[in-house]
Nanobody, 125 residues
Framework: QVQLVESGGGLVQPGGSLRLSCAASGSIFRIYAMGWYRQAPGKQRELVAVITDGGSPNYADSVKGRFTISRDNAKNAVYLQMDSLEPEDTAVYLC???????????????????WGQGTQVTVSS
């Protein structure tokens, strides 16, 4: 079983910073893209940032210049540094990974999508 566990959410004032972390564990063979999505009440889930296994990042226009995504392949972890936070950034942030599992010796699954349980980020004065 593969699990993604997020941490680092909380309440912060406008203009403040938070750092989210997500670690994947379990019978992982290889992790491809990792990323962060968010979902605010009454809104659709949206991509925040994604990073390839080679380290190339992409960001939603709304967070460019304010958020930085990074990953540590040795730890199967992805991070999101969020600066200059705005009330509009308030949402549940979910970690995502595209990965394949090691099912048995020399047996690897197809690539599938995995999600964390989400961590609440609230930006308010």
């Amino acid at each position: 079983q593969v699990q993604l566990v997020e941490s680092g959410g909380g309440l912060v004032q406008p203009g403040g910073s938070l750092r989210l972390s997500c670690a994947a564990s379990g019978s992982i063979f290889r992790i491809y893209a990792m990323g962060w999505y968010r979902q605010a009440p009454g809104k659709q889930r949206e991509l925040v940032a994604v990073i390839t296994d080679g380290g190339s990042p992409n960001y939603a226009d709304s967070v460019k210049g304010r958020f930085t995504i990074s990953r540590d392949n040795a730890k199967n972890a992805v991070y999101l540094q969020m600066d200059s936070l705005e009330p509009e950034d308030t949402a549940v942030y979910l970690c995502h990974a595209s990965l394949s599992e090691s099912l048995a010796p020399r047996v690897v699954s197809t690539i599938d999508d995995y999600w964390g349980q989400g961590t609440q980020v609230t930006v308010s004065s």
